[in-house]
Nanobody, 123 residues
């Protein structure tokens, strides 16, 4: 299994970025997909999860209403649309997946991780 993130970069506060994660070596539609992030000097933080079928999503309180997770099972991709970005959103963002319960993924029980992509938001 391989997960590869893209779309990170530098943006000013209030701006937007769209992260993408391409999966390979797995039956994509069988896995829940999620995004996590880690800011400098801080612990890994759950951001969002989407169920296998795309029919259910869940967000951390810190991003709810600003970020949107989606997936395209035909393209083996999961996306994270990030709007109204804040400096505190600065972090390395990781794509992750689990074949267990979606709540397990939300709780950090991850089967596979991507290498991460840097997002930097300046004030």
């Amino acid at each position: 299994v391989q997960l590869v993130e893209s779309g990170g970069g530098a943006v000013q506060a209030g701006g937007s970025l769209r992260l993408s994660c391409e999966a390979s070596g797995m039956t994509f539609s069988s896995f829940h997909m999620g995004w996590f992030r880690q800011a400098p000097g801080k612990e890994l933080e759950f951001v969002a999860v989407i169920r296998r079928s795309g029919g259910g999503t869940y967000y951390s309180d810190s991003v709810k209403g600003r970020f949107a997770i989606s997936r395209d099972n035909a393209k083996n991709r999961v996306y994270l649309q990030m709007d109204r970005l804040k400096p505190e959103d600065t972090a390395v963002y990781y794509c992750a997946t689990s074949s267990a319960l979606w709540s397990d993924l939300r709780d950090g029980r991850v089967d596979y991780w991507g290498p991460g992509t840097q997002v930097t938001v300046s004030s």
